[in-house]
């Protein structure tokens, strides 16, 4: 029996019917590499079963602490069943794109059962009539709590039902596993106590180390070598509200080699610069066609994995995050990478100046029944549309194989990931890398973008102004944070739509 950290326990106060917390992906496999050249349900069952022991996520219940005393634990459920957590749907015909995308959201949108192991995996037949893509593949939605993964951990989930070649074969070692007997209340709340207990001294460790860490940050803010511009809150859009039950779903993959391309155009930035600035490119274009551009930059989050090289295989949550401005002010794409290169620039500055495992730490400092009615009473009272946001919404890159990877037979096409929205955070941008490919991914609100395939023709946009500013760069202006970026006139607007001008 395992106790979840803090950090992990929050994911599961902050559920609610309408702010389910689980992460996933959506991966297509064309089955013609599988012995065959098919691939049958049964064989997934058996496949997947042959290799639960590759994740202990697989097999791990949640038992809570009664009144939520203290964070809950993680016990082996004596009552697994795999087919309740594999299930099989097919698209109808002609099984495009677009219904996938609607599928994966119906999927994405439904809560979990918190008895239960917090997975689930869904078969999607049907994909016939998708360009790029060979009739008769099939996609696998996942869908992880996440209080059981973060995307770092979520990988190590992943190989253990995938490999580098088509073979089917079952492993060669022996699983091992035996389930646990469920705990007894009475043994819950004597644990709960004893941990009550030590939690001051936890807190006071904590504060120690960072006390360090808040003074090279004051002396690094002194000398002006780190701004604290972006701490401030974000501007208001229309994805920053209370949130409803639907959710929408697409991705846009881009080729990495022109992304890289893109990235030497400015020099020191970085993939993750390019991306968050054709995330900023993208949120531009789509709130100017709603008439809801802030004047300020929009910003992200961006999730720090702090996982250390001996805790890969760690279940839960170990990050950190910092928040970096998307340039949404700005017209120009290269002038826009400038200004996202320098943003993240300072924000890892100040991260590392206090440490970012630091920071994830004091996550443990929140008393769990505070916590659990905390993230209750805000979302019954609406709070997240009474207050400025922390942030706009969340960039989230989680690295992927560059080889070809096989499920089942089942040679991996593409790759693309999903994320949870809740209240004051109605849009979150995962970016999946795969093989030659980057794509990002983005799970939204219903109500907060109606219209899914307008922000994903404004990434696209996004990608293509970038890669033609890149051919040839414009020398590189001095990018003044404090400078006021005005939002372009109607009548400039006006003109530009006219002459066909992007």
Same mark, same amino acid.
């Given at each position: 029996m395992q106790q979840l950290s803090a950090m992990d326990a929050s994911f599961v106060y902050l559920e609610t019917p309408h702010t389910p917390m689980h992460i996933g992906s959506v991966a297509i496999y064309d089955p013609s590499t599988a012995p065959g050249g098919f691939v049958r349900f049964k064989d997934i069952l058996r496949f997947i079963q042959a290799r639960l022991s590759g994740a202990r996520s697989f097999r791990q219940r949640l038992v809570r602490v009664p009144f939520d005393l203290d =964070? @809950?634990? *993680?016990?082996?459920?004596?009552?697994?069943?795999?087919?309740?957590?594999?299930? =099989?749907?097919a698209l109808p015909r002609p099984g495009d794109w677009r219904q996938l995308c609607i599928q994966a959201a119906r999927l994405h949108s439904r809560p979990m059962d918190l008895t239960k192991p917090l997975w689930e995996f869904t078969i999607v037949e049907g994909l016939d009539n998708i360009e790029g893509l060979p009739p008769g593949c099939f996609a696998l939605v996942s869908k992880v709590h996440h209080a059981a993964i973060d995307g770092m951990s979520g990988v190590e989930m992943s190989a253990a039902v995938h490999s580098t070649d088509a073979d089917v074969a079952d492993p060669d070692t022996a699983d091992? *596993?035996?389930?646990?007997? !469920?705990?007894?209340?009475?043994?819950?709340?004597? #644990? /709960?106590?004893?941990?009550?207990?030590?939690?001051? !001294?936890?807190?006071?460790?904590?504060?120690? #180390? /960072?006390?360090?860490?808040?003074?090279?940050?004051?002396?690094?803010?002194?000398?002006?070598?780190? /701004?604290?511009?972006?701490?401030?809150?974000? @501007?208001?859009?229309?994805?920053?509200?209370?949130?409803?039950?639907?959710?929408? *779903?697409?991705?846009?993959?881009?080729?990495?080699?022109?992304?890289?391309?893109?990235?030497?155009?400015?020099?020191?930035?970085?993939?993750?610069?390019?991306?968050?600035? +054709?995330v900023g490119g993208g949120l531009r274009s789509y709130l100017q066609g709603k008439d809801g551009l802030p004047r300020d930059t929009l910003t992200a989050m961006a999730p720090i994995s702090v996982r250390g090289e001996g805790e890969k295989a760690a279940m839960g949550n170990l990050v950190s995050a910092m928040v970096v401005g998307l340039g949404t002010q700005i017209e120009d794409p290269l002038e826009r990478l400038r200004f996202v290169h320098a943003e993240a620039t300072n924000s890892k500055a100040m991260t590392n100046a206090i440490g970012a495992k630091t920071l994830s730490d004091y996550s443990q400092l929140i008393p769990s029944g505070l916590a659990g009615l905390a993230a209750r009473l805000?979302?019954?009272?609406?709070?997240?549309?009474? =207050?400025?946001?922390?942030?706009?919404?969340?960039?989230?890159?989680?690295?992927?194989?560059?080889?070809?990877?096989?499920?089942?037979?089942?040679?991996?096409?593409?790759?693309?990931?999903?994320?949870?929205?809740?209240?004051?955070?109605?849009? +979150?941008?995962?970016?999946?890398?795969?093989?030659?490919?980057?794509?990002?991914?983005?799970?939204?609100?219903?109500?907060? !973008?109606?219209?899914?395939?307008?922000?994903?023709?404004?990434?696209?946009?996004?990608?293509?102004?970038?890669?033609?500013?890149?051919?040839?760069?414009?020398?590189? @202006?001095?990018i003044d944070r404090d400078q006021e970026w005005p939002l372009p006139s109607k009548k400039k607007a006006a003109a530009r739509k006219a002459t066909g001008a992007a």
């Open positions: =964070h @809950p634990y *993680w016990v082996e459920d004596p009552e697994f069943d795999i087919e309740y957590h594999v299930r =099989h749907i091992t *596993w035996r389930p646990d007997n !469920m705990p007894q209340v009475a043994d819950l709340l004597v #644990r /709960s106590y004893v941990n009550n207990l030590v939690q001051p !001294m936890r807190a006071l460790e904590t504060i120690g #180390r /960072s006390l360090p860490g808040v003074g090279r940050l004051a002396n690094e803010v002194r000398k002006g070598d780190v /701004s604290v511009r972006n701490t401030r809150p974000a @501007p208001r859009t229309r994805f920053n509200g209370k949130v409803g039950a639907h959710r929408v *779903w697409d991705a846009v993959p881009f080729p990495l080699k022109e992304v890289r391309a893109i990235k030497d155009a400015v020099p020191g930035a970085t993939v993750n610069d390019v991306i968050l600035s +054709i805000y979302t019954r009272v609406g709070a997240a549309n009474a =207050h400025a946001p922390a942030y706009n919404c969340v960039v989230t890159n989680v690295p992927g194989a560059r080889v070809p990877l096989y499920f089942c037979g089942a040679r991996m096409v593409a790759m693309y990931g999903t994320g949870p929205v809740f209240d004051g955070m109605g849009l +979150i941008n995962p970016v999946y890398s795969y093989g030659d490919t980057i794509a990002v991914s983005f799970t939204a609100d219903r109500d907060m !973008m109606p219209d899914p395939d307008a922000y994903a023709a404004g990434l696209r946009a996004a990608f293509e102004a970038l890669k033609a500013a890149a051919v040839k760069p414009t020398p590189a @202006p001095t």
